[in-house]
């Protein structure tokens, strides 16, 4: 089984809970204007992608493995490539120097039901992007409908396998009162609430026709963070990222009963 | 030095306006002790010293005390002492007294004591009676004295390896008074330490860039389990201490060779080794044989220091250019830290030191078999161009995990400490379990000491102690500065460079743009 890689990242802090290995995969679903890697929509080869056996990566994530929490697949957009994906994690659930890592997606939400099935026996969770909840900015960012996106939002809180929801700020278009208040609400109605992390808007990496909105600041991040709070979700489950010096919290809690 | 040279040298430090009182007492004295001709050794070491092969990092001309002590606090606590007619403490506040009341009279090279000994191990049975808040309060006035009373960032207290309410409240305070002092250590020993006490760990690194991290269990196979973490690293036996600390300069051994790389350890390695060893030997036998430090010291004769306790530090430091220049001679250009034929022969270079070292005897070192420890000494203010201890060179650090395989090989090779600085980008402190991950994967790889930074803190670590950087732009702006740690902390930022030190790329949407749709 092949995959076709974006990038491999070998340590990364930013990808879940602890030091993780990270396979970004190439292609994409989505043609967000405020995309940071481009280069990474295309579902073909490209100059910097390449194909690389899942075999393979496992054996280098076994390699790294002491040092780690665990690995996330991500993007592009991860579930385009379902099938090398639950391969890799059925690969390191196999194998007794991976097997105690967590595996966690990455992912846009944009995949059908039957996706989420597939993987779930072999995925401690996924961390999924809503990158507005009005389906009119939604198409506006990303060029697609959320429909299911919402979806796969509401399929792995039931199914146990939703490890966060990550909104990205971009000022001027998701963050008025309006859309973070029904945000809040849409997701204080899931059972149960999923942690929720607030993230903003950069330029960095991202093309000319991203400059037409303006990086989002951290008092607009805590803002948001506030309203999303006033609207109904727990304080313990909303944070941002971007924020130093907190006191140390443990880490986030993954399932734990997944494939063996 | 004539004796006008003296007297002008004399003259400047008693002008000197940058000097706090203690500071000036302090480089009177050496001053004073400089006017005596030094131990002797043959005209060969002599000229290895004045030409910078060997370097006895400024200790003095006639050593009187032990560089480093490490005296039993815990019999002290138990026993009470005669000499500062006080009984032994009954209650948390009578510990710390008591305690602070020792440190007074602990001697060492900086003037202050180098070890405030194991902490929480000391304090937990006095802590039992107080409430969490109670002990909180209790500890933090005792760190402010620390920090007031001993104001050096070589003064050095330990924690762990096993959890209790003195080690967790003692991380907190630290987080909270942001001070260099005490200068702290947590052992760690995989099947002990608890995951959230790392955790906290990490925390306080992601503040203050403490604690530093020790192996334990490789620590209690090399030295025992009366062992202490004190100074810069050094890790030394209990009740005891290291009588000196010499070290050698690799990169001058390495200009000094003749002919292939291959045949520096064979040929001129052993010859270095030796007159670093004569040198050690004269400065022991000068202190045990010529001053009455182990017939009258009071921290002696209440059995709180024993002579048997005591070993004697070999240093090494400038393997990154010594390896560099070897292969230079052979044509290669590699560099250490990045090319594995350049680790290979580091490592060749530090297993060949280290078994020279244990065959050459050394008196007065019966804590470690009578022989010296070897120890990757990590660097002096005044150092310029040449690499701390064993490090890869500040600035041409690999990734992450390239940068622990280079250096961990060499760390069992010194039972006395070594430290390689992993500084990991600031963001990490949104994410410490990933600081334990890799802390926890150091330790597996059998690494002995794991020191972390955070990029951009405030807090600067040097070789192995600490300094706040506006202490760095005082001393830089002709202002005087309360730690005398801070002086020499200044001088290794200007020039080892240490604003250039990389962080290791965990990584970071600081830095670079994370895949994102």
Not at chain 1, 76 to 95: P, Y
Not at chain 1, 159 to 176: C, H, K, M, S, W
Request: hydrophobic share 45%; glycine share 8%.
């Amino acid at each position: 089984m092949r995959a076709l890689v974006a990038d491999v990242v070998d340590a990364s802090c930013v990808d879940g809970p602890g030091n993780r290995y990270v396979v970004f995969l190439q292609g994409c679903t989505f043609r967000c204007v405020t995309c940071h890697n481009p280069h990474t929509i295309s579902p073909r080869p490209t100059p910097t992608s390449r194909w690389a056996e899942v075999e393979d990566l496992a054996a280098d994530i076994a390699r790294r493995a002491p040092f780690l929490s665990g690995v996330t697949v991500s993007g592009g957009e991860a579930t385009l490539q379902w099938e090398a994906v639950r391969a890799l994690f059925q690969a390191l659930a196999a194998d007794p120097a991976t097997a105690a890592l967590t595996r966690l997606v990455d992912s846009n939400g944009d995949c059908v039901p039957e996706v989420w099935e597939a993987l779930a026996p072999w995925m401690h969770g996924a961390m999924v992007d809503l990158k507005a909840l009005d389906p009119v900015v939604h198409r506006e960012l990303t060029g697609r409908s959320n429909g299911r996106v919402l979806c796969t939002i509401r399929q792995l809180t039931a199914i146990d396998r939703l490890t966060e929801v990550r909104l990205l700020i971009v000022p001027g278009a998701n963050d008025d009162a309006a859309q973070v208040a029904a945000t809040a609400r849409w997701l204080a109605a899931l059972d149960p609430v999923p942690p929720v992390v607030v993230q903003g808007f950069r330029h960095e990496g991202t093309r000319p026709a991203a400059r037409r909105y303006r990086p989002a600041t951290t008092a607009l991040l805590e803002g948001v963070a506030a309203r999303l709070v006033a609207g109904g979700l727990p304080p313990s489950l909303v944070r941002t990222r971007g924020i130093v010096g907190a006191e140390p919290a443990p880490p986030a809690e993954v399932p734990v009963q997944v494939g063996a | 030095m004539g004796i006008e040279e003296h007297r002008h040298a004399i003259r400047e430090l008693i002008e000197d306006p940058t000097l706090t009182y203690r500071q000036r007492i302090q480089a009177l004295a050496l001053a004073a002790e400089d006017v005596l001709e030094p131990p002797p050794v043959s005209e060969a070491c002599t000229q290895a010293l004045a030409k910078g092969l060997i370097c006895d990092l400024a200790e003095g001309h006639a050593p009187h005390r032990p560089r480093y002590t490490l005296p039993d606090y815990a019999t002290a606590l138990a026993q009470g002492s005669t000499f500062l007619e006080l009984p032994a403490p009954t209650t948390f506040d009578d510990a710390t007294t008591f305690l602070l009341a020792v440190y007074g009279s602990v001697p060492s090279i900086t003037g202050y004591p180098v070890w405030f000994g194991d902490l929480d191990a000391l304090l937990e049975p006095f802590a039992a009676d107080l409430t969490d808040e109670e002990l909180r309060t209790r500890l933090r006035r005792f760190w402010i004295l620390l920090d007031r009373l001993f104001p050096d960032a070589f003064a050095h207290a330990n924690l762990g390896p096993t959890d209790g309410r003195v080690v967790r409240a003692a991380l907190a305070v630290h987080r909270g008074t942001l001070q260099e002092v005490p200068n702290l250590t947590l052992r760690v020993d995989p099947d002990v330490t608890p995951d959230y006490l790392l955790l906290e760990a990490m925390c306080t690194v992601a503040t203050v860039a403490q604690p530093h991290l020790v192996n334990h269990p490789m620590m209690v196979a090399d030295l025992g389990d009366r062992y202490g973490v004190v100074s810069c690293y050094n890790s030394l036996p209990v009740g005891g201490g290291s009588h000196t600390l010499v070290r050698l300069n690799l990169k001058e051994a390495a200009l000094r060779h003749a002919g292939r790389s291959s045949t520096f350890v064979r040929d001129t390695l052993p010859i270095a080794i030796e007159l670093t060893a004569e040198l050690m030997e004269a400065r022991i036998r000068h202190l045990v044989e010529r001053t009455p430090f182990f017939e009258t010291s009071w921290l002696v004769t209440e059995g709180l220091l024993s002579l048997d306790r005591f070993t004697a530090m070999f240093g090494l430091f400038g393997l990154a250019e010594c390896v560099e220049h070897l292969l230079a001679l052979d044509g290669r250009d590699l560099r250490y830290g990045r090319d594995e034929d350049a680790d290979a022969l580091a490592h060749e270079i530090v297993e060949a030191a280290a078994r020279l070292v244990a065959e050459r005897p050394m008196p007065y070192c019966e804590a470690s078999g009578g022989r010296a420890l070897l120890h990757s000494q990590a660097g002096l203010d005044s150092d310029r161009q040449v690499t701390a201890g064993t490090r890869v060179a500040v600035g041409g650090e690999p990734g992450l995990y390239r940068h622990l395989e280079a250096v961990a090989p060499n760390h069992r090779w010194f039972p006395a400490g070594v430290s390689d600085i992993v500084r990991l980008d600031e963001t990490v402190a949104e994410n410490l379990q990933a600081a334990v991950d890799i802390a926890k994967g150091a330790l597996a790889m059998g690494m002995r000491d794991v020191t972390f930074e955070v990029a951009n803190g405030e807090f600067v670590r040097v070789t192995g102690y600490l300094v706040r950087r506006r202490d760095i732009d005082r001393v830089a702006s002709g202002d005087g500065v309360r730690h005398s740690s801070s002086v020499l902390g200044a001088g290794s930022f200007t020039n080892a460079h240490l604003d250039h030190r990389r962080p290791q790329r965990v990584r970071s949407p600081e830095r670079d743009a994370r895949p994102r749709r």
